[in-house]
């Protein structure tokens, strides 16, 4: 994650107004002061998603009116200066989830291989059938329908078609190197849970907020229906 300088100022700059009390905004408020405290209720729930641990929104507010007052004369460092050591900051940050998650999910996947019915393929993927389909198995070219619910190590969903409430569809092998290799090994109206490693999934990059740097993912997954690719499209 790199910051720059504008946008730097204008993500924190909604914090200073976070330090009003919300019984100072109301009916008697001028415009600028209600549309200001908007601006701050936005940025802080923004800023909220990053879980930046032990943010201190008074000091974050001190740096703002540092900088406003006196044309920055106040300020303990320039502009430049912030945004090079936060960009300092998450880049540590981001390079300690990367040995973190990449070592859970390593001693994850060694015990999970031992658990009853848990197969493990020459790549590294995990799976387990839990019910048995009697369709024809997909090939990387085909189109699949597919329920799923996809969950981290610690449990937390970040995505599912059943919350969606409409099953997915897409070509194998256009999605993770996990699922294409997986499906491929379940027949048509199987019930499976894919443990993929993050070589398999989004690797060092990760998928936004929710799926962090080398994280090991859970997926179940009901393959509902598969389309074969049809020869004649080639043509």
Not at 175 to 183: A, H, K, S
Request: aromatic content about 8%; hydrophobic content about 35%.
């Amino acid at each position: 994650m790199k910051f720059k300088g504008t946008i730097l100022i204008a993500a924190f700059a909604g914090l200073a107004f976070m330090s009003c009390s919300s019984s100072s905004i109301g009916a008697k408020s001028s415009e600028v002061d209600s549309v200001s405290y908007a601006f701050g209720i936005n940025i802080g729930e923004s800023l909220g998603r990053m879980n930046i641990e032990g943010l201190n929104a008074k000091i974050v507010a001190k740096g703002i009116a540092d900088m406003i007052e006196k044309e920055g004369a106040n300020a303990k460092m320039t502009n430049d200066e912030a945004v090079a050591l936060l960009n300092n900051y998450f880049q540590k940050k981001q390079m300690e989830a990367v040995t973190k998650n990449l070592k859970e999910g390593e001693e994850f996947l060694a015990k999970n291989k031992n658990e009853e019915g848990v197969k493990t393929t020459e790549s590294g993927l995990q799976y387990k059938v839990t019910t048995e389909g009697s369709g024809p198995k997909p090939a990387a070219t085909d189109e699949v329908e597919v329920h799923y619910r996809g969950t981290t190590l610690d449990g937390k969903e970040f995505d599912s078609s059943y919350e969606r409430g409409e099953p997915a569809k897409f070509r194998l092998d256009g999605v993770i190197r996990g699922w294409t290799e997986g499906l491929q090994l379940v027949n048509e109206g199987s019930k499976v849970t894919f443990w993929i490693p993050s070589d398999l999934a989004y690797g060092e990059q990760g998928a936004g907020g929710a799926i962090g740097p080398n994280s090991t993912l859970i997926f179940e997954v009901e393959l509902l229906k598969v389309v074969k690719e049809d020869p004649k499209a080639k043509k």
